[in-house]
């Protein structure tokens, strides 16, 4: 199915407004870019543009083919923290996760002393 250009959806909307910082933002509208999942992860609100173009999908509920479907998910309550639909940690978290996930698959098992 062929879907219109973002722009033409999104430039149409007389209520949108730019912001310098995404966390000044009441809600971020974004396509393909991993911008959409670090505004998740600072616990922005996000709504996809969805198309044929492979990318990640969000719920439902925040994802518009029309101008019509933004408007009625637009209105919609934002969630209190949309970010633990996708994301199990971030920062220091997720961090110590990596770490120790590339610990055990790069380092040698610790030799652990016989209690038996």
């Not at 149409?12 to 974004?30: M, P, Y």
């Not at 923290?81 to 996708?86: I, R, V």
């Not at 920062?91 to 610790?110: I, R, S």
Request: negative net charge; contains cysteine; charged residues 25%.
């Amino acid at each position: 199915m062929d879907y219109p250009k973002i722009s033409m959806v999104i430039g149409s909307v007389e209520w949108l407004t730019e912001q310098l910082h995404c966390t000044d933002a009441k809600l971020i509208v974004g396509h393909t870019s991993s911008m959409i999942y670090e505004a998740l992860a600072l616990k922005c609100r996000v709504l996809r543009y969805a198309s044929a173009v492979p990318a990640i999908s969000l719920q439902e509920d925040s994802e518009f083919r029309t101008l019509d479907e933004l408007e009625t998910r637009a209105a919609l309550p934002a969630p209190e923290d949309p970010s633990k639909h996708y994301f199990s940690a971030i920062g220091a978290e997720a961090l110590k996760n990596y770490k120790e996930f590339f610990d055990g698959l790069l380092l040698p098992p610790v030799k652990r002393p016989h209690h038996g």
